[in-house]
């Protein structure tokens, strides 16, 4: 006689149930949103600096600068450079004369330096008793106004010529006078339009 094998114990499936995992699509759009919301932020960023250190723009008026750029040019600043240096000898740059913020910026190319004394004479331009050779060949200058007798620049003062030198208002003339450190807004370093002139500026 065959003995009875007893019956397994009954099995509770809720024993090995698991318990389900929480959704996460609810926590991965919340994540994808800000990481969204960063990365605009930061384009956002970066635009304005850009825009703020290398895009800003002004408009060339008049002939004073004949043939570097031409009245009605609109040009692109680089606003950085004189934030982390100092302007250099042949560099364009745009300025409010006298400080002004009513009148428009002008746009002259340096030609003396804080602690130097700029005279021109017989045509000539003389820093420091020295004759300055330029790269580019200017006209010979007519008029020297101011500096026939020298002009000392002071700290952080710059005197400044346009490069069509005898039709033009710079340093030479009281209207316009050196160029302290303060009024200068950038370094001019493209022309924007029209899109004939368009490209880079050599100093």
């Known amino acids: 006689m065959r003995r009875q094998r007893p019956a397994p114990p009954a099995v509770n499936p809720m024993e090995f149930a698991q318990p389900l995992p929480a959704p996460k699509k609810k926590k991965s759009v919340i994540r994808n949103i ?18 703020y250190f290398f895009g800003q723009s002004r408009t060339n008026i008049g002939q004073s600068m004949d043939v570097t750029l031409s009245g009605g040019d609109t040009v692109l600043l680089n606003v950085l450079a004189y934030q982390v240096g100092t302007p250099d000898r042949g560099d364009i740059i745009s300025f409010k004369p006298n400080g002004s ?3 428009h ?17 017989d045509g000539m331009i003389y820093i420091n008793d020295v004759v300055y050779l330029e790269k580019k060949s200017y006209p010979v200058i007519t008029n020297p106004g101011m500096a026939a007798d020298g002009i000392k620049l002071g700290d952080k003062e710059y005197f400044v ?7 033009s208002e710079d340093s030479r003339f009281a209207d316009v006078g050196v160029v302290h450190s303060d009024y200068i807004e950038g370094k001019v370093w493209f022309v924007l339009s029209p899109s004939e002139h368009r490209g880079l500026i050599k100093s």
């Open 101 to 103: 913020d009513t009148g």
């Open 161 to 167: 010529l346009g490069d069509n030198r005898n039709n």
């Open 34 to 51: 800000a990481l969204w919301t960063f990365e605009i932020l930061v384009v956002i960023l970066f635009a304005y600096v850009v825009v």
């Open 105 to 121: 910026s002008s746009i002259k190319r340096i030609i003396g330096l804080p602690g130097e004394t700029v005279q021109i004479k």
